[in-house]
């Protein structure tokens, strides 16, 4: 689960991770009383999920209510590369005199934690680690041990980061390191960490990524996740229980198996045709599973055709049958349904279709037949 | 032969009284794979359907001699479990569950790569099969037939779909591994095609790999550098759309890194033939048999 | 740093594991009250340093306030194996169905935590393991891993306690390792741990030891220590930071080292005397210290002589010979001090000594003359 | 040759700033090892005595090829400094300091067990001498010559006492090691008697043990079953009595166990000649030396 920067900012403040003072706000009155409430100049930045939303113009200075009201006006709204900007966060201005980088992630060709540190902040650290080097500093943490004293003099040293600065981040790293165990987090990025004038050293963006997985162990984190999956169609998949991925093209997939999906988009792709998107039912699915499947994929108004792909393992594929029939009798299906079932009752689950003979459903032998036909048959 | 599990092959289910340990396991057992002991703390000294229960893996180790534990514990009792099969020395850890946090995998494989003794398969897998011998896990017996190739693979389902279509073609297989597609599970295709090439029974390997991390990529310089066995590859997710994690919490495009492009041209730059799907794999897994004779 | 019953049992109430009702008392007054406010069956229990205090009277069941008071009158100011009662605990009569055990500590030789229940409480664990192994399961902890929730499993079920004591022994083995870790403790030990007849498991008794060396972690441990230290020498040593053991002889023993000053107690036992303490003045000791090592053994007043070994390191002998002139100037000394000095200006510190001729000072060439000497001209 | 250090040997001083590190660590330049760093965070690019100072142990090692390090910094920074020190792979660590946390050493005990590549003297104690040639630690090395007779001892000052009575009759010294006298302590007996007995230059080793614990119990099993170079053996503390800590956190006497009686009688039993005090350990040395030729 990715985290606004705002969401972020909740997380660092509860670990003590400096941070500018700020408030979220949704309406350009509410931008004009933060500004109110936080006085001096502010910064209005726009709360999506992509990058580059600065050189989009999602992020603006101002001074007063009035032009934080007219730079949230003309921020909110905003459609930075498919992502709408609902909510702008309204930050004191600060007083920048260095910028830096510092993050955490699981390295999983490691297998243990991966910390950076750059005096170089606010860049793309990739770019970064490929023309200067020396301007970063990389150290591996043993999951066992933790992060040791000494690996932060590592990171705050190598970096080459301003002495005046070293403390502050030397702090802010064994911070991040608590928050990214302690909150099960997959990433902490902070780009930039700045250095202040007077002499503070402040997180001035948030990246975080949490382990959905580990959510079990947090369950205050829930509403995180529902300000998250903002896409309706996503949000219905969620409600579901089902792993759905909105993708841009026109032809509706449902598989069960992660990879087997994979695979199905790339044979569609191979066949000439676009996934509109990506539907995981999982292992062990019944009737109730597919319908449901059918339910959020058909709710795409922009769809051709849909393609169901089965290879029943724990997963009946006379459930999946029944399940299909059940969805195309209560909804109101105006694409055609290619499905290809094998495994585990695939006979039956044939037969089953045959049975209820709907129009729309057009049964397919093979996975690569089965692309073929979506792709044919779309409306 | 076969890697990791054969007709010597023992097996403590973990979880066998819960619904998916039980409903799998006695899968297993039809299939002919002896299923020796459950364990369930507090239910010691049970049986069900025949199967003795046992309250500790230790206790089920010594009085049964099972070589091999299989988990069907939820998420987030399954590092324990697999940290308590290591430490009863069964040798071989079958981690079926999935949604196991990363930050307790990445704690426990630390734990099981300082010992050293004992082999982790998972988690997130579907287990593995040597068609005619043994079978631990879910993957469905009925799809496969003894014969020269071994297969491995990140995924469950599409792993089936290539097996088969392998088997439709008549030809069998040694032993299929599902590795898993956690970003950090116990066994890596590494260790697997380090197996594959010393079973005189596997003739030809097939390796399915997935977007996201580098295993792949590892894999193409192992097999470069270290295997005379012929293998061919087959990557899913060449269409998955970067930062997406598409279902498996290991399939994820970060940045230019972990495309089926690279994997692909990695697997290329090796020799190794890369088949576009599912389809293409069973035929070039069918031609190269052949031109081995 | 090993703490009394009561005090092991606040580190108890303070991790959560379930102990009985109770209150410290030092008069009879004090424990007839605590018996009124507990109500009820108690139980009074001196509380001393050393095992047996049972079968030397030292716990008995009261009903009552005026069978507490009586019952406190005759611990309190009781010697048991040389150890004056100055505290009862007064606790509520617990109804005890069975007895366990439960221990941990840091098994030097394999250099993890060792944890250990039985279904044998109450006796001693050497004579459980050597009689009924069966009775006892012994399982060792990775440091880096920590208690795993099989290994409590391992414990509960291979100990054969009983199944109703099961979920509340697990809780409080749990518990323990969380105070062992937490609290820098190098032993825990639960003997016995009852299961009552309400179903409820308990800590009985208590014996924790804390490791010293990590009391700065634990500054709040400092009040534990100073009721700790209740000989008057030993605490005259501490407060002048000297690592101080009282004995049972009558010759004062001062050096530099552990080791050295155990060798030392060794080398006058073969000459026939006994020790009256052991005194490690420490590396690097001066003048200071070696007078205020003076002082605290001289204040023993069934002293015959005192003898100072040093090997000079770090340490420098002339030092140590004006630490000792400086001493026998200020106090009132009755006995002669044997003074073998070698290593680091051993001939200055010999010096120094001679011009000082003081009537009590003894010159030595070696460690054995030394001892022999010590022995020799006790008074 | 020696063991552990000899005239290759490079050391990095962490805490060469505070007053103990740069005593004793001008002590041992003075007697002429190699001091090639000190290491203090926020000091880089200093010198001390013309001793160039570095952030970390790391950036010391790469610059200077120190192969070995000593710690004097404080007791609550030392396990981190320990690690510090491993991961930067010098190889060699001695902790002189005093009075870590067992816990902590439980902990960096474990990782260095883990990693295999370097090895820990200590902590609390005092370093170890190659007399003639290198001098790690606090020990005076006026007291010591170069000789035959290698020495291992839990101990500080009391070691200080036998090598005095070996120099004074004249029998000089491969290595001196004090391995400290902490409950847990990275170097054991039994790794310097390998070493010792791998060693052409030690004719002969001495053990100072003491109560606590059982590692002269197995030192004398290994004396036993390995050792063809002859041990003669001293233990203090026969007259400790049971549950007191004797100074040393590992010197403690527990129920039956850890005795000073049951540690001689072990060596006896393995054909290890036992002295009563130091003047005797140095006569029984004498008289080895001499059976040997």
């Known amino acids: 689960?990715?985290?606004?920067?705002?969401?972020?900012?909740?997380?660092?403040?509860?670990?003590?991770?400096?941070?500018?003072?700020?408030?979220?706000?949704?309406?350009?009155?509410?931008?004009?009383?933060?500004?109110?409430?936080?006085?001096?100049?502010?910064?209005?930045?726009?709360?999506?999920?992509?990058?580059?939303?600065?050189?989009?113009?999602?992020?603006?200075?101002?001074?007063?209510?009035?032009?934080?009201?007219?730079?949230?006006?003309?921020?909110?709204?905003?459609?930075?590369?498919?992502?709408?900007?609902?909510?702008?966060?309204?930050?004191?201005?600060?007083?920048?005199?260095?910028?830096?980088?510092?993050?955490?992630?699981?390295?999983?060709?490691?297998?243990?934690?991966?910390?950076?540190?750059?005096?170089?902040?606010?860049?793309?650290?990739?770019?970064?680690?490929?023309?200067?080097?020396?301007?970063?500093?990389?150290?591996?943490?043993?999951?066992?041990?933790?992060?040791?004293?000494?690996?932060?003099?590592?990171?705050?040293?190598?970096?080459?980061?301003?002495?005046k600065a070293r403390s502050g981040a030397a702090e802010i790293i064994r911070r991040m390191f608590a928050l990214f165990i302690e909150a099960d987090a997959t990433l902490v990025e902070i780009n930039p960490m700045i250095l202040t004038g007077q002499g503070e050293v402040l997180a001035l963006d948030s990246k975080v990524s949490l382990d959905d997985s580990a959510l079990f162990r947090h369950p205050d984190f829930e509403e995180l996740r529902e300000v998250v999956a903002t896409d309706p169609q996503e949000r219905m998949a969620k409600e579901r229980d089902l792993n759905f991925i909105k993708l841009d093209g026109d032809i509706g997939i449902i598989g069960n198996g992660a990879g087997l999906v994979m695979a199905t988009l790339d044979v569609v792709d191979q066949a000439g045709g676009r996934a509109a998107n990506f539907l995981d039912v999982g292992g062990g699915a019944g009737a109730d599973d597919l319908s449901n499947a059918l339910e959020v994929v058909l709710s795409d108004t922009k769809l051709g055709s849909v393609l169901v792909n089965i290879f029943g393992g724990i997963t009946r594929c006379d459930l999946v049958a029944e399940g299909i029939v059940d969805a195309v009798g209560r909804l109101d299906v105006r694409v055609p349904i290619v499905v290809r079932l094998d495994g585990t009752n695939a006979e039956e689950g044939r037969r089953i279709l045959s049975v209820a003979s709907h129009p729309q459903i057009v049964p397919a032998e093979t996975m690569s037949e089965a692309a073929g036909k979506a792709v044919e048959v779309k409306v | 032969m076969a890697i990791f599990i054969d007709n010597s092959t023992k097996v403590v289910v973990q979880g066998l009284t819960g619904q998916q340990g039980s409903f799998h396991s006695l899968r297993n057992r039809d299939y002919g794979t002896a299923i020796v002991a459950g364990v369930t703390p507090g239910k010691g000294g049970q049986k069900i359907e025949g199967i003795p229960i046992f309250d500790t893996v230790s206790e089920a180790a010594v009085e049964t001699g099972a070589n091999v534990a299989v988990s069907y514990v939820p998420a987030r009792f399954a590092p324990d479990g697999i940290l308590e099969a290591a430490d009863a020395a069964v040798g071989l850890v079958v981690c079926i569950t999935e949604g196991i946090p990363a930050n307790d995998m990445a704690r426990v494989y630390k734990h099981l790569k300082r010992s050293d003794s004992t082999s982790l398969i998972g988690p997130n897998c579907p287990g593995l099969i040597s068609p005619g011998k043994s079978n631990v896990g879910i993957i469905p017996g009925e799809i496969c037939i003894p014969g020269p190739v071994g297969l491995v693979s990140r995924s469950g389902t599409l792993t089936y779909q290539v097996m088969h279509e392998l088997t439709t073609m008549g030809i069998g297989q040694s032993t299929c591994v599902g590795i898993g597609g956690d970003p950090i599970v116990g066994t890596s295709f590494i260790d697997c095609l380090e197996r594959f090439e010393q079973d005189p029974e596997t003739k030809l390997v097939a390796l399915i790999g997935e977007i996201g991390g580098d295993e792949e990529e590892k894999a193409a310089d192992f097999i470069n550098a270290n295997m005379e066995t012929p293998v061919v590859a087959y990557i899913a997710g060449f269409t998955a759309p970067p930062g997406k994690r598409m279902g498996h919490a290991g399939a994820i495009v970060s940045g230019s890194k972990g495309t089926a492009q690279a994997k692909a041209e990695a697997f290329e730059a090796a020799g190794v033939r890369v088949g576009k799907n599912s389809t293409e794999v069973a035929e070039l897994v069918k031609d190269a048999l052949a031109s081995i004779g």
């Open chain 1, 1 to 163: 689960m990715d985290l606004f920067e705002y969401q972020g900012k909740e997380l660092f403040a509860r670990w003590a991770i400096p941070i500018p003072e700020g408030k979220l706000a949704t309406t350009p009155d509410e931008a004009a009383s933060a500004a109110t409430t936080l006085g001096g100049k502010v910064v209005v930045k726009a709360q999506v999920q992509v990058g580059g939303r600065g050189k989009a113009g999602g992020i603006k200075l101002a001074d007063g209510s009035d032009e934080t009201r007219q730079a949230a006006e003309s921020i909110l709204g905003m459609d930075i590369k498919g992502h709408i900007v609902e909510r702008v966060l309204i930050e004191k201005a600060s007083d920048i005199e260095d910028e830096y980088y510092a993050s955490i992630l699981l390295d999983r060709a490691a297998k243990k934690y991966l910390l950076m540190v750059s005096s170089k902040g606010g860049m793309d650290i990739e770019e970064v680690a490929a023309n200067e080097p020396d301007a970063l500093a990389k150290i591996h943490i043993d999951p066992l041990l933790g992060l040791q004293s000494f690996q932060v003099n590592q990171l705050v040293f190598g970096s080459g980061i301003d002495a």
